[in-house]
T-cell receptor, first 109, second 116 residues
Framework: AQTVTQSQPEMSVQEAETVTLSCTYD???????LFWYKQPPSRQMILVIR??????QNATENRFSVNFQKAAKSFSLKISDSQLGDTAMYFC??????FGKGTKLTVNP | NAGVMQNPRHLVRRRGQEARLRCSPM?????VYWYRQLPEEGLKFMVY????????ESGMPKERFSAEFPKEGPSILRIQQVVRGDSAAYFC??????????????FGPGTRLTVL
């Protein structure tokens, strides 16, 4: 069975700085997808970024990028130029419908 | 294209009553997933359905909980004889499954169930 672990329950960052959220996973699959979702105070779940395991290139979406280390089974999310609107819970998830417990990110002005 | 819709957004029930949560997937999506989020915790998968078919219910409690996704109409998550521990946010997601793989899921706004 797949497992997803987020080891940072809470993090904070100053506005305009960069922050990295960690995620590790365990799977026996060779090809798979990984996702980062954002859940702001509104409770809506919003897809931030997706990575396909067979692609060596790290996925990037504007200020969001991932550091995907397939051998190490690590899938961290980097947020550059943090904005106040980035304050949210961030969940790392796999296509096998498994999510981590989340990291609460607070961006301070 | 409207997103995933869930109703009601807030539901209050007394212990022993039934709760019915509805989810309308995005247009063109034939796969629906239900998750539960307890306070201060992450998402827990409950059930994955295709129209008229339950694909995976490994996350569903064995008793009191059931789900369906009929040919016509929304998907329904039904909780019978609710208890205080059922109080949580219930999220529905839908996806357009392609090539046999689970694609990204589009989440609804959730239904917050409070059991008094």
């Amino acid at each position: 069975a797949q497992t997803v672990t987020q080891s940072q329950p809470e993090m904070s960052v100053q506005e305009a700085e960069t922050v990295t959220l960690s995620c590790t996973y365990d799977t026996s699959e060779n090809n798979y997808y990984l996702f980062w979702y954002k859940q702001p105070p509104s409770r809506q779940m919003i897809l931030v970024i997706r990575q396909e395991a067979y692609k060596q290139q790290n996925a990037t979406e504007n200020r969001f990028s991932v550091n995907f280390q397939k051998a190490a089974k690590s899938f961290s999310l980097k947020i550059s130029d943090s904005q106040l609107g980035d304050t949210a819970m961030y969940f790392c998830g796999s296509e096998k419908l498994v999510f981590g417990k989340g990291t609460k990110l607070t961006v301070n002005p | 294209n409207a997103g995933v819709m869930q109703n009601p957004r807030h539901l209050v029930r007394r212990r022993g009553q039934e709760a019915r949560l509805r989810c309308s997937p995005m247009k063109g999506h034939s796969h629906v997933y239900w998750y539960r989020q307890l306070p201060e915790e992450g998402l827990k998968f409950m059930v994955y359905l295709q129209k008229e078919n339950i694909i995976d219910e490994s996350g569903m409690p064995k008793e009191r909980f059931s789900a369906e996704f009929p040919k016509e109409g929304p998907s329904i998550l039904r909780i019978q004889q609710v208890v205080r521990g059922d109080s949580a946010a219930y999220f529905c997601a839908s996806s357009p499954r392609t090539s046999g793989r689970v694609n990204e899921q589009f989440f609804g706004p959730g239904t917050r169930l409070t059991v008094l």
